[in-house]
């Protein structure tokens, strides 16, 4: 079994920086792409960030320039960096990960939550 642990959210001002991690772990020989998707209460999830083992990153449009995702490969642990914050940017983050063992399966955390003040 393979669990992802996020960690990071918290409550910040309007302008202000959160750094989000994810690790994961359990049966896992390798972790392939890794992304962090955001739902807003009464919205659906959306992809904010993805990222692969080699470090290709992709951004959605509302987050580029402000967020910034990265991966440290050896510990299994992707990170998302988020600057220059928005009312707008308030969810619940979740890391989702494809983890390759007899085959690949998707998995996801349990959301960390992330709160800009105006």
């Known amino acids: 079994q393979v669990q992802l642990v996020e960690s990071g959210g918290g409550l910040v001002q309007s302008g202000g920086s959160l750094r989000l991690s994810c690790v994961a772990s359990?049966?896992?020989?390798?972790?392939?792409?890794m992304a962090w998707y955001r739902q807003a209460p009464g919205k659906e999830r959306n992809l904010v960030a993805s990222i692969t083992p080699g470090g290709s990153s992709a951004y959605a449009d509302s987050v580029k320039g402000r967020f910034a995702i990265s991966r440290d490969n050896a510990k299994n642990t992707v990170y998302l960096q988020m600057n220059s914050l928005k009312p707008e940017d308030t969810a619940v983050y979740y890391c989702?990960?494809?983890?390759?063992?007899?085959?690949?399966?998707?998995?996801w955390g349990q959301g960390t939550q992330v709160t800009v003040s105006s």
């Open positions: 359990g049966s896992i020989f390798s972790v392939l792409t």
């Open positions: 989702h990960a494809a983890i390759y063992y007899a085959q690949a399966t998707y998995y």
